[in-house]
């Protein structure tokens, strides 16, 4: 039972545009979710975070959207740059269940020249 | 600030044998938690410890061991290894306990079992 759903394996974007990811979660016990960009054989790498209480959080090209009553979130990257690609994940947590994050399958980005 | 370190990098073992992989969390850091990454599971929580007291335990089998000691370094110990536990093996540190702080994660160790 995957409680993280990413269901677009990949994604293809041309610089500059924007690249827009989505994750769905089934458990409502989730209060907080981040975003991570891994490369091949490095670890994930941090890259934004909300909280529930929250519906919207920016950092430089990086906006996140959660909609509780969807259970949906997304990654907007504007303008998306070719170093931007890299495996997403997103990932949920719960704040009665310590550190234990739960991460979706990932969705591959690519941006093209 | 130097990130997380994870040793060794990589590592080839023989089934039955047994493993022991190091974690080095940031400076300052109490939380460690170990994930494993597969290609047909992706992501999967094994564990995480705080303050020498582990905390949550994801669903793993018991050859899947970890500790931590009091300088927040934690080590995990897969005991007669299985071909499929060939997987990279990823520690996170956390300032904090908690689910509302964020984790940074290590390069990993890729182990592959033959």
């Known amino acids: 039972d995957q409680q993280v759903k990413q269901n677009s394996p990949s994604l293809s974007v041309q610089e500059g545009r924007i690249s827009i990811l989505n994750c769905d979660y089934t458990n409502s016990m989730f209060d907080y979710f981040l975003w991570y960009k891994k490369y091949p054989a490095e670890g994930p790498t941090f890259l934004i975070s909300?909280?529930?209480?929250?519906d919207k959080n920016e950092d430089g090209r990086f906006t996140v959207f959660l909609n509780k009553s969807a259970k949906h979130l997304s990654l907007h990257i504007v303008p998306s740059q070719p170093g931007d690609s890299a495996v997403y994940f997103c990932a949920a947590s719960a704040d009665n269940a310590g550190n234990m994050l739960t991460f979706g399958g990932g969705t591959r980005l690519m941006v093209k020249p | 600030k130097a990130g997380v370190t994870q040793t060794p990098r990589y590592l080839i073992k023989t089934r039955g044998q047994q493993v022991t992989l190091s974690c080095s969390p940031i400076?300052?850091?109490?939380?460690v938690s170990w994930y494993q990454q597969t290609p047909g599971q992706g992501l999967q929580f094994l564990f995480e410890y705080f303050s020498e007291t582990q905390r949550n335990k994801g669903n793993f089998p018991g050859r899947f061991s970890g500790r931590q000691f009091s300088n927040s370094r934690s080590e995990m110990n897969v005991s007669t290894l299985e071909l499929g536990d060939s997987a990279l093996y990823l520690c996170?540190?956390?300032?904090?306990?908690?689910?509302?702080?964020?984790?940074?994660f290590g390069p990993g160790t890729r182990l592959t079992v033959t």
């Open positions: 400076s300052g850091h109490r939380s």
């Open positions: 909300i909280s529930s209480i929250k």
């Open positions: 996170a540190s956390s300032l904090k306990a908690g689910g509302s702080y964020e984790q940074y």
